[in-house]
Structures are given as structure tokens and as C-alpha cells.
């Protein structure tokens, strides 16, 4: 029989933040939420916090977000994190292993359930991408070591193929839409053994005509004008997307279950 989860705490970026699932209420649903919702939906009650903020990298969250986690006493916490430290010009993945372990094994130690998942290759998502793929293997390596040394349960969300359908991504090609967060808030379930959770959420989705490259090409411009110029910008700046924003769950409350989860 599946253990019951009284408290689950995420902690991380803008992944687990939800970007770019709304909310429909200005803010964002995403993964974290879809996941405590099914939990919610199948235990009949769950305490949730969300301490993620977007931009955040991984030595930020283990200084900002896990002494307030480790507080809460969660028996469930997501530690999400790595995709900000790839993306910064100095990568350094043994101290990313390093910081990663040392939430997880924080957590672990205290009596939760650790869950954490791998980047897929976004070569598909944004051509760009495959300029980052040896670093995006090496957090993925990391990540691996780390679960193992900590006890902490890894998703291998890289491993499966349809992870990297450009259908499962937002227009920003970085965070997933809410198909994606669905499918990952499925995958967490089944990693927990959630009754009524299963493997069809690494499915391939059906086949669709892909379109023509004048329409391909288009897309790329236009993906390069909204959300990579200003993000280099951004950068250039010393500035972050998470500056002097809050995290949308401070604190440990119960979650109202919406009808759509209950199913």
C-alpha cells in the first residue's frame, strides 16, 4: 500500500514555479501543482508549499529554499533544479552534483520522499540547444550520481523520446506548456506509485505533419526576437527574471482540490 503524504514542499526555479502553464488566474498551475493536486485528489486532503522562483540557480535554492523546506518537515519534496546553471556562461557540474546531493540527502535524512527529474535533449525544441548538450548531459550525469548517493528518486525523463516533442514546449522553447506539466506531474505520480498512475505519460504522441520550412523558419525568428534577444539582454544586464518576486506557496497550506484533478 502507497504511503500518505501529509506535507510536500517543492523547492527550485522556474520549472517548478509552473512556467509556462497558466493558471487561467494570472499565475501559474504547472507541474508541482498538478502533481499535489492528484495526490490531494487520491488521499482526500495534502499540505502544499511552493518555495520555487524563476531564474533561481542551484546554490541560490540550497541558501533561500532549503532551510525553509527543512522547516516545514515535509514527508514529499521535489528538489528541481540545474537548467539556470547550464544556461550561465561558467558551468561547473561538480558543484551543481555537489549542492543538488546536499539538499536531497537534507531532506531524505529528515524522513521525506525526494523526487527530482533529468533535462531532455531540446535539440528539436530550439536548434540552439544542441550548442548545450554536452552540458545538459553532464547535469544529467550529475543528477543521476547525486539520487543515487541520497536516496532521493530520480524520473529519468531524458531517457524517454518524447520528452523532446516540440508539441510538449511552450512558444519560450525552455519551459514546457501545460501538456508537458501534465505529462511530468504523471510521471512523478508513477514514481511514487500512486494508485491510478501508470507509464502512459512517456507515450509518444500521435504523429503530425511537420510544417514547412518557410513556416519553421518564421517560427525561429520570431522565437529569437521575443524570448532570446531579451533574455540575452536581460543577462547582459546582471539582471534576473525572478528578481524581487515571491514565491507563489510560502507557506504549508491545504490545497483545494479543483474538479478537473478529481478524475
Not at 531564474?55 to 514529499?76: C, F, K, V
Not at 552534483?97 to 539538499?103: E, L, S
Not at 547535469?139 to 510538449?168: T, Y
Not at 544586464?237 to 474538479?259: A, I, N, Y
Amino acid at each position: 500500500m502507497p504511503p500518505f503524504y501529509e506535507r510536500y514542499v517543492a523547492i527550485g526555479d522556474s520549472t517548478t514555479e509552473g512556467l509556462d502553464d497558466p493558471d487561467g488566474a494570472g499565475g501559474y498551475r504547472g507541474w508541482a501543482n498538478r502533481f499535489a493536486e492528484t495526490i490531494a485528489a487520491r488521499q482526500g486532503r495534502l499540505l502544499y508549499a511552493n518555495l520555487a522562483i524563476r531564474g533561481r540557480r542551484t546554490r541560490a535554492i540550497l541558501d533561500e529554499q532549503l532551510h525553509r523546506a527543512l522547516a516545514m518537515q515535509p514527508d514529499l519534496s521535489t528538489v528541481v533544479s540545474g537548467t539556470n546553471d547550464v544556461l550561465r556562461p561558467r558551468f561547473d557540474p561538480d558543484a551543481l552534483g555537489r549542492d543538488i546531493q546536499q539538499m536531497q540527502q537534507a531532506l531524505v535524512q529528515q524522513g521525506a520522499t525526494v523526487i527530482t527529474f533529468t533535462l531532455p535533449d531540446l535539440s528539436r525544441v530550439m536548434p540552439v540547444a544542441r550548442f548545450l548538450a554536452a552540458r545538459v548531459q553532464l547535469m544529467n550525469a550529475v543528477l543521476r550520481e547525486a539520487s543515487a548517493a541520497s536516496g532521493a528518486i530520480l524520473v529519468d525523463v531524458a531517457k524517454h523520446e518524447v520528452a523532446s516533442d516540440p508539441r510538449l514546449w511552450s512558444r519560450d522553447r525552455l519551459h514546457a506548456n501545460a501538456l508537458g506539466h501534465e505529462r511530468i506531474a504523471a510521471a512523478l505520480a508513477h514514481a511514487i506509485h500512486l494508485p491510478g498512475s501508470d507509464m502512459t505519460w512517456a507515450d509518444p504522441l500521435e504523429s503530425d505533419t511537420l510544417p514547412p520550412l518557410s513556416a519553421r523558419v518564421a517560427e525561429d525568428l520570431a522565437w529569437g526576437r521575443e524570448h532570446l534577444w531579451p533574455w540575452v539582454l536581460r543577462r547582459a544586464r546582471g539582471k534576473s527574471s525572478g528578481e524581487g518576486l515571491r514565491c507563489k506557496r510560502p507557506d504549508l497550506t491545504p490545497l483545494h482540490v479543483p474538479q478537473r484533478a478529481a478524475g
